[in-house]
């Protein structure tokens, strides 16, 4: 395979490209478990609705993979996206906000698989603050700047009220934070810099019941 500076390539691709790069570890990830060595981009593509062609030209983007008429070693492959999603080193997350989707998101065990730790949690409850919850101290809110700078931790996820997603936002960002997963049903206001990520459950929900009353079922 040929080594591509993955930080610096000049070529334009949308987030949708990214996000089709993480499915395709994924599966990766589960060919590599069932002992398969070698696979075709029609195999990994299969059930990802996603056809070959676009599985090629995702990956043309970082540099020349497989090879024609053999197709492409999965570990190598595996390793190489791991690279270029920037997964292949560790990544410290802070949360904020311990309610009951904060508190799940502490017991999930899939960001291990992608390098990435819960290492810092804070909530503004007097009741919560302090306590320990999954392995993790819960830290007062107002303590968020000194100890994301301390930390130097660039990415937080946000699990607060509407009201008050902006105020935890601008507090990180002082911090030097550069990547929020938002899950407050707000649009944040942040400077070019900083990439959001808005998980917004109630409109994924409302599409899939839109499409569901447009069958009429």
Do not use: H
Not at 15 to 33: A, C, M, V
Not at 38 to 61: A, C, H, M
Not at 123 to 146: F, H, L, P, R, W
Not at 195 to 206: F, I
Request: aromatic fraction near 8%; proline fraction near 3%.
């Amino acid at each position: 395979m040929k080594k591509t500076n993955y930080t610096k390539s000049k070529k334009s691709f949308s987030p949708e490209t990214i996000r089709r790069l993480s499915l395709y570890l994924r599966n990766l990830r589960g060919l590599k478990q069932r002992g398969v060595k070698i696979v075709s981009s029609e195999e990994i593509t299969r059930f990802l609705n996603i056809s070959s062609p676009q599985f090629r030209k995702d990956l043309s983007y970082f540099g020349e993979f497989g090879k024609r008429g053999v197709g492409y070693e999965v570990d190598k492959l595996a390793q190489e996206i791991e690279k270029i999603l920037g997964i292949n080193k560790e990544w410290k997350i802070a949360l904020v906000g311990v309610g009951g989707l904060g508190s799940a998101l502490l017991k999930f065990p899939g960001f291990s698989k992608f390098n990435e730790k819960i290492t810092v949690v804070f909530d503004n409850d007097a009741g919560k603050i302090n306590k320990v919850k999954s392995g993790i101290k819960i830290q007062d809110i107002n303590e968020i700047q000194q100890t994301l700078s301390k930390k130097n931790i660039k990415i937080v996820m946000i699990c607060v009220s509407p009201e008050n997603a902006q105020e935890i936002a601008d507090k990180a960002i002082k911090a030097n934070a550069r990547a929020i997963l938002n899950f407050a049903p707000v649009s944040l206001k942040v400077p070019k810099n900083v990439y959001v990520a808005n998980v917004d459950m109630s409109c994924e929900l409302e599409t899939l019941i839109y499409f569901l009353n447009k069958s009429g079922i």
